[in-house]
């Protein structure tokens, strides 16, 4: 069936370091990745998200990249700073079905001051 | 501003016992959605409704059922909860196709 791969299942860096978190799918027909930010004891939150039309959106410190072909996307994060420290989800989805989301099962990042 | 809301943040119940969780949401979103999320499983779907009396399995649908009466609120139902069960479900609604907005959670204890 459908899948979405995240890696690293965590990810420690130092404050003011880089982080980057990499995700596979396998539908074809994905064509919007979305990534959540979800913080200790709270709801996932929309960060960033990114359409198949175009190969990177970025956001301040935070940017998508995205590999059609390869069916690679990836978040990554500059300047990282301590309340960048939660757990981030990717996702896949396609917008000519049902709208459902195959989510990644996680990156749990500390940002180490 | 989008307000999901889900009737209890914590509950605990015994094994065999009929769970009602309830999701709440205000602003007119045709799709709604139950995940339940699990340390290293991520969030996984287990039931979605695109339309008032709609429902469509998800990935995890064994050992749970929805309603969904009105379009504003969209209900999971454990019909016999089992300790496998306890877990956190997330509440999730969409307007189109894109971005989906998450209620606060219910974390579940089964007994």
């Known amino acids: 069936g459908e899948n979405v791969e995240q890696h690293p299942s965590t990810l420690s860096v130092q404050e003011g370091d880089s982080a980057v978190i990499k995700c596979t799918y396998s539908?074809?027909?994905?064509?919007?990745f979305p990534w959540y930010k979800q913080e200790l004891g709270k709801r996932p939150q929309l960060i960033i998200d990114?359409?198949?039309?175009?190969g990177e959106k970025k956001d301040q410190r935070i940017a998508v990249t995205l590999n059609k072909t390869a069916k690679h996307f990836s978040l990554h994060i500059t300047e990282t700073q301590p309340e960048d420290s939660a757990v981030y989800f990717c996702?896949?989805?396609?917008?000519?079905?049902?709208?459902?989301?195959?989510f990644g099962t996680g990156t749990r990042l500390k940002v180490l001051a | 501003d989008v307000k999901v809301t889900q009737s209890s943040r914590y509950l605990v119940k015994r094994t065999g016992e009929k769970v009602f969780l309830e999701c709440v949401q205000d602003?007119?979103?045709?799709?709604m959605f139950w995940y339940r999320q699990d340390p290293g499983l991520g969030l996984r779907l287990i039931y979605f409704?695109?339309?008032?009396?709609?429902?469509e399995k998800g990935d995890i649908p064994e050992g749970y059922s929805v309603s969904r009466e009105k379009k504003e609120r969209f209900s999971l139902i454990l019909e016999s909860a089992s300790t496998n069960q306890t877990s956190m479900y997330l509440c999730?609604?969409?307007?189109?196709?894109?971005?989906?907005?998450f209620g606060p959670g219910t974390r579940l204890l089964v007994l």
């Open positions: 996702a896949a989805s396609s917008t000519s079905g049902t709208y459902k989301y195959i």
């Open positions: 539908d074809s027909a994905s064509n919007y």
């Open positions: 990114i359409r198949s039309n175009v």
């Open positions: 602003m007119d979103h045709e799709n």
């Open positions: 409704s695109y339309d008032v009396k709609m429902k």
């Open positions: 999730a609604t969409t307007t189109g196709r894109e971005t989906q907005y």
